[in-house]
């Protein structure tokens, strides 16, 4: 009776493994004209997609697939790779399979198309029918994994902004910073000339005119809390 209670159980994990209605693995955001925000291992701006782990457990995606046609869903195989848990994984769509990194044999129209995650047993987890797209501006949700999709600042690898782009032009005249938290450059976005850069115990660090670049590169600060400000808003930086 044991043996069969085991049975059914372990029958029930798989199923719901590879059952979107458990919402374990999604599309969480993608950006399909990445002019300069974010680059890929080799250095080039490609096309992304970044999935994410909506469980406690680390998630081996061999045998799941992407696509972006709807007649040929297993187009791109996921080779022997993991997601671990409630943690993002990002997907360029490069159509440059040999370089370093996840390499899609497709890349993205900013014209509109489908999006597909597959799973192992060629169940369709997720498809996103995507609108016309702008450059530097991607398509995700929020909250991450199953908020609603929309346009956003893009954030491709980390967790997503609560404010769109279509409702973000008070927080623009202020300051929005992404990727946040940071382990390389990051994109400031403010209205304003000016902006300053101090450590945790509001020590001077920098200051950047935003007239020349809207760009800070972070691998030379240490892991830690750090402050932006743009007149009187303040902004938390995480450097990792």
Not at 15 to 32: D, R
Not at 81 to 103: K, M, R, S, Y
Not at 109 to 127: D, F, K, Y
Not at 167 to 180: I, T
Request: net charge negative.
């Amino acid at each position: 009776m044991k043996k069969i209670i085991l049975a059914i159980v372990l029958l029930l994990a798989t199923l719901c493994t590879y059952n979107s209605n458990c919402q374990t693995i999604g599309i969480n955001e993608f950006i399909t004209s990445n002019k300069n925000i974010v680059t890929d291992p080799s250095g080039d701006y490609d096309d992304a997609i970044e999935l994410i782990n909506l469980t406690n457990d680390t998630i081996n995606l061999l045998g799941y697939y992407l696509s972006d046609d709807t007649n040929f869903i297993t187009k791109w195989p996921f080779p022997d790779t993991f997601i671990l848990p409630n943690a993002f994984l990002v997907v360029w769509c490069d159509d440059e399979i040999t370089q370093p990194g996840l390499h899609a044999n497709f890349r993205l129209s900013t014209n509109g198309e489908a999006i597909i995650l597959v799973s192992p047993l060629l169940t369709i987890l997720e498809r996103i029918v995507y609108p016309d797209q702008s450059s530097n501006v991607s398509f995700g949700k929020y909250p991450d994994g199953n908020g609603p999709m929309r346009y956003m600042y893009p954030t491709i690898g980390y967790g997503n902004l609560s404010v769109g782009v279509k409702n973000s032009e008070s927080s623009v005249n202020n300051l929005m910073v992404f990727p946040n938290p940071a382990n390389g450059e990051i994109t400031i976005l403010s209205n304003e000339n000016k902006c300053v850069l101090y450590d945790t115990n509001f020590r001077l660090l920098e200051s950047i005119d935003l007239t020349i670049s809207n760009t800070i590169n972070t691998t030379n600060l240490k892991r830690g809390l750090y402050w932006l400000k743009v007149k009187n808003n303040l902004q938390k930086l995480i450097v990792q």
